[in-house]
T-cell receptor, first 122, second 112 residues
Framework: DAGVIQSPRHEVTEMGQEVTLRCKPISGHNSLFWYRQTMMRGLELLIYFNNNVPIDDSGMPEDRFSAKMPNASFSTLKIQPSEPRDSAVYFC????????????????????FGPGTRLTVL | KQEVTQIPAALSVPEGENLVLNCSFTDSAIYNLQWFRQDPGKGLTSLLLIQSSQREQTSGRLNASLDKSSGRSTLYIAASQPGDSATYLCAVQDTGRRALTFGSGTRLQVQP
C-alpha cells in the first residue's frame, strides 16, 4: 500500500487566493482526519470524517475553511480566501475504525499520516 | 479540554545512551495513547499505541508505558543511535472522540 497520499506537497500562494489540498486515504480505511501543524499551536485537528460523513468539525478555524469527502478514496480541504496566518503544514491521516467491544462508540486504531502539504500564503 | 504536555522540549545525548521521554495529559478518560516520530519536513510515523487497559507496549528498542490514573506516559529508548534523531510526539485519543490531541513534542538529537 502506498500509504496516505497528499497533494500538493508544497503550495505557495498570495493572500486572497483559493487553495485546495487533496488527500487519498489508505484503501479500506473508513476514517479520515485533517490536522494542521504550526510552530505556535503544534498539531491540531481541523475535521474528521467517518464513512465519508463529517463527524467533528469543531477545529475548523472559520468559514473560509471547508472540507469534503465525496467518496471513500478522496478528500479535499479548501481555503477561500487564504490569509498569511493560514501558513502551516496540513496533514491528512486515515484509520480503520473498529468498535471497541463493551463500550459505546470509539475505537483504538492507529492513525496513519500522510507526508503533509506545506502551505505558504504571502 | 484535554491538554497534553511533553518534557523535555529538546534533548541531546551521545550515541548509546538510554533515554526517557515524558508525556502527561490532564484528562484520564482516554481510549489510547500513541507515540509518533516526525522527521524534519516529513509526516508522522506511528511508533507505539497503548490502549487504556494496557500498561506498556514494546517494539524493538522502544518501550512505552502508560499510567492512566496519574495521566502519564513515558517512552524509553534503549541504546540510542544517530538515526533516532527526530521529534517524538505523544497523542491521546479521548473517550468518545476519534481525534487525537497532541503534545508539542520532544526534539531528540543523538550525537555520534
Amino acid at each position: 500500500d502506498a500509504g496516505v497520499i497528499q497533494s500538493p506537497r508544497h503550495e505557495v500562494t498570495e493572500m486572497g487566493q483559493e487553495v485546495t489540498l487533496r488527500c487519498k486515504p489508505i484503501s479500506g480505511h473508513n476514517s479520515l482526519f485533517w490536522y494542521r501543524q504550526t510552530m505556535m499551536r503544534g498539531l491540531e485537528l481541523l475535521i474528521y470524517f467517518n464513512n465519508n460523513v463529517p463527524i467533528d468539525d469543531s477545529g475548523m478555524p472559520e468559514d473560509r475553511f471547508s472540507a469534503k469527502m465525496p467518496n471513500a478514496s478522496f478528500s479535499t480541504l479548501k481555503i477561500q480566501p487564504s490569509e498569511p496566518r493560514d501558513s502551516a503544514v496540513y496533514f491528512c491521516a486515515s484509520s480503520s475504525a473498529r468498535p471497541r467491544s463493551g463500550l459505546a462508540g470509539g475505537s483504538t486504531d492507529t492513525q496513519y499520516f500522510g507526508p503533509g502539504t506545506r502551505l505558504t500564503v504571502l | 479540554k484535554q491538554e497534553v504536555t511533553q518534557i523535555p522540549a529538546a534533548l541531546s545525548v551521545p550515541e548509546g545512551e538510554n533515554l526517557v521521554l515524558n508525556c502527561s495529559f490532564t484528562d484520564s478518560a482516554i481510549y489510547n495513547l500513541q507515540w509518533f516520530r516526525q522527521d524534519p519536513g516529513k509526516g508522522l510515523t506511528s511508533l507505539l499505541l497503548i490502549q487504556s487497559s494496557q500498561r506498556e507496549q514494546t517494539s524493538g528498542r522502544l518501550n512505552a508505558s502508560l499510567d492512566k490514573s496519574s495521566g502519564r506516559s513515558t517512552l524509553y529508548i534503549a541504546a540510542s543511535q544517530p538515526g533516532d534523531s527526530a521529534t517524538y510526539l505523544c497523542a491521546v485519543q479521548d473517550t468518545g472522540r476519534r481525534a487525537l490531541t497532541f503534545g508539542s513534542g520532544t526534539r531528540l538529537q543523538v550525537q555520534p
